[in-house]
């Protein structure tokens, strides 16, 4: 007579069941998608994030961002291959004072500094203060302005352009001291140009208007700036809105900021 066969089931104790099931959570919590690290890079802007806004509480519980230090932060950073990044996440900080409408459309400048340095510009942009004529030719030499010529992309080229903070397609404002720079080339052009373009097609196409501030950003006493942070937020809607840095460099070339001078890399 054949004998029977049992099959031994295995026993677990308390203790390693509970130790199973703690495991499978914890599994389970670390795949969430609420739990994983996420990095968002623009590539199609080539934005990347930069937090370097710092906030400041104001009396009537809104932010607004605190300029010096902010300005602080960017001049203390150094170009490592990303030309335009993005500031306090590529979000403008007006405050609903600084979009109002109640003046028109206007520009505001700095005075020059005690090194004749510009400083920030401000305007409300409209259609009503856009240019109609042909702009002029640009004779004035901001401070660092050491000109060269330089090998661009295969074609001679000059490595410094006289960057106009409010472009002339905005506000008409061209041999202004207060509104020209010394830019390099890649600078101007693509990097401020394509900013530019993209609200003055937006304020030819709509008639709204658009809250832009140009910061020059220098580092102490130098008197070429190691960058610009160009902000802009459209009134009307939300159809323009960036806060980016653009740093004030060129390919191939070593910019000595305190003086303008340069070198081959």
Not at 56 to 83: C, E, I, M
Not at 100 to 123: H, I, K, Q, T
Request: with cysteine; glycine share 6%; net charge positive.
């Amino acid at each position: 007579m054949a004998k029977r066969r049992y099959s031994r089931k295995q026993k677990y104790s308390l203790p390693s069941l509970i130790g199973v099931i703690l495991i499978a959570l914890v599994s389970w919590y670390l795949k969430s998608p609420n739990n994983q690290n996420q990095t968002t890079t623009n590539t199609g802007s080539g934005l990347t994030s930069s937090k370097v806004a710092a906030q400041a509480p104001t009396t009537d519980g809104q932010t607004k961002t605190d300029t010096n230090s902010t300005q602080s932060k960017l001049a203390d950073l150094n170009y490592d291959k990303q030309q335009i990044i993005a500031v306090n996440d590529n979000q403008p900080t007006f405050s609903q004072t600084d979009l109002s409408l109640a003046r028109g459309s206007w520009e505001s400048y700095s005075d020059l500094d005690s090194l004749n340095r510009v400083g920030v510009a401000n305007a409300m942009l409209g259609r009503d203060i856009m240019p109609t004529a042909e702009r002029e030719r640009l004779y004035i030499k901001p401070t660092g302005w050491h000109q060269r010529t330089i090998i661009n992309n295969g074609h001679q080229d000059s490595l410094y352009n006289r960057c106009h903070l409010i472009g002339y397609q905005l506000t008409g404002q061209n041999n202004n001291a207060k509104n020209l720079m010394t830019g390099t080339r890649s600078l101007n052009d693509p990097g401020m140009t394509y900013y530019e373009n993209t609200v003055a097609q937006y304020i030819r196409k709509t008639n709204h208007h658009v809250r832009y501030q140009i910061r020059p950003v220098f580092r102490g006493n130098d008197l070429v700036a190691r960058g610009i942070q160009m902000m802009a937020q459209s009134v009307e809607d939300d159809k323009i809105s960036f806060n980016v840095y653009i740093f004030n460099v060129q390919a191939n070339y070593v910019i000595n900021y305190a003086t303008g001078t340069s070198s081959n890399a």
